[in-house]
Each structure stands twice: as C-alpha cells, then as structure tokens.
C-alpha cells in the first residue's frame, strides 16, 4: 500500500512501527526518538489531519510558507521546527514564531537569531547543521569548524544549544548509512567531552531513519512517509 492509498493514521503508524522497531533493533526504547513530521510543500489540511492522529511536532523548510500554516492552524496546540536554510531576512521570523531552529551553520545567522528572539518566549531550542559528507550543495558548517560555532552559539542568550542536526548524502547502502550518522554521533559526542551539555540528534529521513536510531538519532525528520510524494517544489 502506497502513501497515495492510505490515511494519516496508517501513515504515522506505520512510520511509528519503524521507529519502535528500529529502536527495539538499537536497544533503545521508541520514546527515545521523536518524530518530526515535515510538513513543508504540503497544506494547512494536510497537517491538520496528521495532528488529528496525534502528531504535534510539525517541521518546516520555507518561513512564509510556515507563517501562513501557522496563522490556519493557530488553534491546534502544535510545535513548529524551522529546518531549511536561513537567510537573513528570515531570521526575525523564524525567531519569533518557531520553537526549533536546526539548521544553524554560521555564527551571523545565530547571532540574529538571538537577538530577534522576543523576550517573552523561552530560548530558540537550537541544533548547529553539520556538512557531514562534504557536499557543496548543502548547507552546514564543517566539521573542523564546529566547536568553535558550538562554542560561540551556546553563548547566545535567547538561544539554547541542544545539539546536531546532519544532512548525509543520499545512498541505499545500509552500511554507507551508518557510517555517515555515526561520524555525526562522534562529533556530538566530542561536543559534550568539550563541557556542553547537549541532548539531541536530529538526523535520519524517510529512507534512511532506521540507520540514523541505530546510530543514537533522538529526532527523525519524516516528510514522504508521512504525507506521501511532493507534488511541487519550492
């Protein structure tokens, strides 16, 4: 059964199995890993119905796209997650109407972030974007550059550093998989014997989250599982 022939419910309960499975498979238990529903390209409706299932933690790639979701769905108790690349002129946005922020990759970018962030929310949860494979085309810092961005962002005073968030290179290799994920878990890993305290992987998709949770993955970022293939692209 396809995405296209299936409904929300089954959808997420499927997407769920695997990651209890997975994390059955990594000796870890299923509440251990949160779901990121990536929502972008997709309707106010489509949401709608997914958090009818129960799905709260909704992710989001373009601001002006999440900004009118929010506005529409105002009344649902949601959480949103920027995850896309952050221009400049975004960051007052994103600041403002997102509880996450995972894409973080140059000290600029974080600094706006801070300063943006009213004072009456809680600190932006924030993941620093590792370039973990290289690729010219994504987004990330580095990783002979990340402590020191570790560094300076967990100084920021309306951001809190929780972690990682990683982009690996498309392969159907399992093994290729785990390799990537696992040189993210050392980097984090690395962090926290620098002293920082952080908590949260963010890493693994629709086709490769099982390798991410074996991998110690603590949010899996969902898109075509959950809503089925993009139609248009942004």
């Known amino acids: 059964m396809t995405a296209a022939d299936s409904t929300p419910a089954e959808r997420l309960h499927a997407v769920r199995t695997r990651i209890a499975h997975a994390a059955a498979a990594a000796g870890r238990t299923p509440a251990a890993v949160q779901l990121l529903a990536v929502s972008k390209t997709f309707d106010a409706a489509a949401i709608r119905a997914m958090a009818a299932c129960g799905q709260r933690e909704f992710g989001e790639n373009y601001a002006q796209e999440a900004l009118e979701k929010q506005a529409a769905l105002h009344d649902l108790p949601l959480v949103w997650h920027f995850i896309g690349p952050i221009q400049r002129n975004k960051t007052r946005a994103i600041a403002e109407h997102f509880s996450w922020v995972h894409s973080v990759d140059r000290l600029q970018i974080a600094e706006r972030l801070s300063d943006q962030r009213p004072a009456g929310l ?6 620093i974007e590792v370039n973990v494979s290289g690729e010219a085309s994504k987004g990330g810092v580095a990783p002979i550059e990340l402590p020191a961005l570790a560094d300076a962002v967990s100084k920021l005073p309306q951001l809190r550093l929780r972690g990682l968030m990683a982009i690996p290179a498309p392969t159907a290799d399992a093994a290729a998989q785990r390799a990537a994920f696992r040189r993210v878990r050392e980097l984090f890993d690395d962090l ?19 390798a991410a949770i074996l991998e110690s993955a603590t949010i899996v970022r969902v898109g075509t599982a959950l809503f089925g293939e993009r139609t248009r692209y942004a």
């Open 192 to 210: 926290n014997a620098r002293g920082h305290a952080l908590d949260t992987l963010s890493m693994g998709m629709s086709g490769d989250l099982e």
């Open 122 to 127: 809680p600190p932006l949860q924030t993941c």
